[in-house]
């Protein structure tokens, strides 16, 4: 089970830190003893966690070890070879993914099964296709094996003699002219080269986004009483005010959240709030919808302001904060909330709590979307409705132009969003969210307040 592994784990990297022994490096050299001590006929030995094969060939070889790495061997030249194979499914949970260039392992995982091959014979052509066990993880494959003198005889991976010949779907493809323990390690962030390209239009969006958000708000508090004299426009400029607030405060706690080294407490509640706020923003863009549809459909009907309002706060904030904390409730417990070594916000690979957000998010565009046609039907057949009073009717034109345009540019946002943990490889996807998902603050006060003609006025 899950827990148990995750137990062992923490045990080994308790066991690795100490850098006065090799642990797990004195066990796997125990297993290569093991095996290289055993009498030479074929048979097999398999388990949930462990497969041990020895086999005899003539000149050349090739099996595919528990489905999970194929091994070649073409050409030796040689008859009667005997070759056994030890294939683990878990040490990689127990030997450290530092290499011959760095000791760190915090940006390394070892992504695939390891394997120890030994011949009773010579070799320098083996080819090891390796399938990764972490589909997701596709930045910076190396070809490894377990240098045991690395490190002051510590251990680590090297990548000498390897060469990646392969990288593509879910598997990789190594060629060594050696025979010894392999496996893959591959990087769990993204390269540094677009990292920095991120980070630079990351936080200069979201500098232009939250001046843009606080300009926002300094023109609606300058206009409110001006703007705010009937039912439809009061609302309108509540939604908007609050999708500000909620999108800046997001924006704070995002910054916030963008340090790698935050603690586990802090970046949870950083994520906690992001998830929040975003979703505010969300769920006041279909406060503006209902609005809409309210307006320009039941053109008869007559609604308090404090019904409004109630109606208002209790979904702008009540439906995030119910989200929220379930998810938080549902996952943090197993360590599946946050994304791990990595800027704050909601787990994929675990738990996929992700989906506590773009499902909501995605389902309220697309609510809004069909709000739009239906109103757009509605104004064509008949015009914004014949009972409604002037300032009403450019509250109504208002709102639906900020809603034709917010609407698709949140939802493109976070298609991307989605885009970028469906095919985390593709550069353009990571850059061009980061450039949208920056600036919409930017769009909020161009599309929410700047083009409403009486606010300029």
Same mark, same amino acid.
């Given at each position: 089970?899950?827990?148990?592994?995750? %137990?062992? %784990?923490?045990?080994?990297?308790?066991?690795?830190?100490?850098?006065?022994?090799?642990?797990?490096?004195?066990?796997?050299?125990?297993?290569?003893?093991?095996? &290289?001590?055993?009498?030479?006929?074929?048979?097999?030995?398999?388990?949930?966690?462990? =497969?041990?094969? =020895?086999?005899?060939?003539?000149?050349?070889?090739?099996?595919?070890?528990?489905?999970?790495?194929?091994?070649?061997?073409?050409?030796?030249?040689?008859?009667?070879?005997?070759?056994?194979?030890?294939?683990?499914?878990?040490?990689?949970? *127990?030997?450290? /993914?530092?290499?011959?260039?760095?000791?760190?392992?915090?940006?390394?995982?070892?992504? &695939?099964?390891? *394997?120890?091959?030994?011949?009773?014979g010579t070799t320098?052509?083996?080819?090891?296709?390796?399938?990764?066990?972490?589909?997701?993880?596709?930045?910076?494959?190396q070809c490894v094996?377990?240098?045991?003198?690395?490190?002051?005889?510590?251990?680590?991976?090297?990548?000498?003699?390897?060469?990646?010949?392969?990288?593509?779907?879910? @598997?990789?493809?190594?060629?060594?002219?050696?025979?010894?323990?392999?496996?893959?390690?591959?990087?769990?962030?993204?390269?540094?080269?677009? #990292?920095?390209?991120?980070?630079?239009?990351?936080?200069?969006?979201? &500098?232009?986004?939250?001046?843009?958000?606080?300009?926002?708000?300094?023109?609606? !508090?300058?206009?409110? %009483?001006?703007? $705010?004299?009937?039912? $439809?426009?009061?609302?309108?400029?509540?939604?908007?005010?609050?999708? !500000?607030?909620?999108?800046?405060?997001?924006?704070?706690?995002?910054?916030?959240?963008?340090?790698?080294?935050?603690?586990?407490? !802090?970046?949870?509640?950083?994520?906690?709030?992001?998830?929040?706020?975003?979703?505010?923003?969300?769920?006041?863009?279909?406060?503006?919808?209902?609005?809409?549809?309210?307006?320009?459909?039941?053109?008869?009907?007559?609604?308090?302001?404090?019904?409004?309002?109630?109606?208002?706060?209790?979904?702008?904030?009540?439906?995030?904060?119910?989200?929220?904390?379930?998810?938080? !409730?549902?996952?943090?417990?197993?360590?599946?909330?946050?994304?791990?070594? #990595?800027?704050?916000?909601?787990?994929?690979?675990?738990?996929?709590?992700?989906?506590?957000?773009?499902?909501?998010?995605?389902?309220?565009?697309?609510?809004?979307?069909?709000?739009?046609?239906?109103?757009?039907?509605?104004?064509?057949?008949?015009? *914004?409705?014949?009972?409604? #009073?002037?300032?009403?009717?450019?509250?109504?034109?208002?709102?639906?132009?900020?809603? /034709?345009?917010?609407?698709?540019?949140?939802?493109?946002?976070?298609?991307?969003?989605?885009?970028?943990?469906?095919?985390?490889?593709? @550069?353009?996807?990571?850059?061009?969210?980061?450039?949208?998902?920056?600036? #919409?603050?930017?769009? *909020?006060?161009?599309?929410g307040t700047l083009?409403?003609? %009486?606010?300029?006025?």
């Amino acid at each position: 089970s899950v827990a148990p592994c995750k %137990k062992a %784990k923490e045990s080994w990297v308790f066991l690795n830190a100490d850098q006065n022994k090799n642990t797990s490096s004195s066990l796997l050299g125990s297993m290569e003893f093991f095996a &290289g001590s055993l009498p030479t006929t074929s048979f097999n030995v398999t388990t949930n966690l462990i =497969q041990l094969n =020895q086999d005899t060939f003539d000149n050349s070889f090739s099996t595919n070890l528990s489905s999970s790495v194929l091994i070649e061997i073409p050409e030796t030249n040689s008859n009667h070879l005997t070759i056994t194979t030890l294939t683990f499914r878990t040490l990689r949970n *127990v030997l450290p /993914a530092r290499n011959g260039s760095n000791q760190s392992v915090n940006d390394n995982t070892i992504n &695939g099964v390891v *394997v120890m091959v030994k011949l009773n014979g010579t070799t320098k052509n083996v080819s090891l296709s390796f399938d990764k066990l972490d589909k997701l993880l596709t930045f910076n494959p190396q070809c490894v094996f377990w240098n045991f003198s690395l490190f002051n005889s510590l251990g680590g991976w090297d990548d000498t003699g390897c060469k990646l010949k392969s990288n593509e779907k879910g @598997k990789v493809t190594c060629h060594c002219n050696h025979l010894t323990s392999f496996s893959i390690l591959m990087s769990t962030s993204i390269p540094k080269e677009i #990292q920095d390209a991120l980070d630079i239009i990351t936080y200069v969006g979201v &500098g232009i986004s939250m001046g843009s958000l606080v300009i926002c708000l300094i023109i609606e !508090a300058c206009v409110w %009483k001006a703007m $705010t004299r009937n039912n $439809t426009s009061y609302m309108r400029h509540v939604s908007i005010v609050n999708i !500000a607030v909620s999108l800046l405060i997001a924006d704070i706690w995002f910054i916030i959240g963008e340090d790698t080294t935050t603690p586990i407490p !802090a970046c949870t509640a950083a994520t906690f709030f992001i998830h929040f706020f975003y979703l505010a923003l969300f769920f006041w863009m279909l406060i503006s919808g209902l609005l809409l549809f309210y307006r320009t459909i039941l053109v008869f009907s007559h609604m308090s302001k404090s019904t409004m309002l109630a109606i208002g706060f209790s979904v702008g904030y009540g439906a995030p904060l119910i989200i929220a904390v379930v998810t938080v !409730a549902a996952t943090a417990p197993s360590g599946g909330y946050i994304k791990e070594n #990595q800027a704050c916000w909601l787990n994929w690979d675990k738990t996929m709590a992700l989906l506590a957000f773009v499902i909501p998010a995605l389902t309220i565009v697309v609510i809004n979307f069909l709000i739009l046609i239906v109103v757009l039907y509605k104004m064509l057949r008949r015009g *914004v409705g014949d009972a409604t #009073q002037p300032d009403e009717r450019n509250a109504v034109v208002v709102i639906a132009r900020c809603l /034709a345009i917010l609407t698709p540019f949140f939802g493109l946002t976070w298609g991307l969003g989605v885009g970028t943990m469906v095919d985390p490889t593709n @550069k353009g996807i990571h850059v061009v969210f980061a450039l949208f998902n920056s600036l #919409q603050g930017f769009f *909020v006060l161009v599309f929410g307040t700047l083009l409403d003609g %009486k606010v300029c006025v």
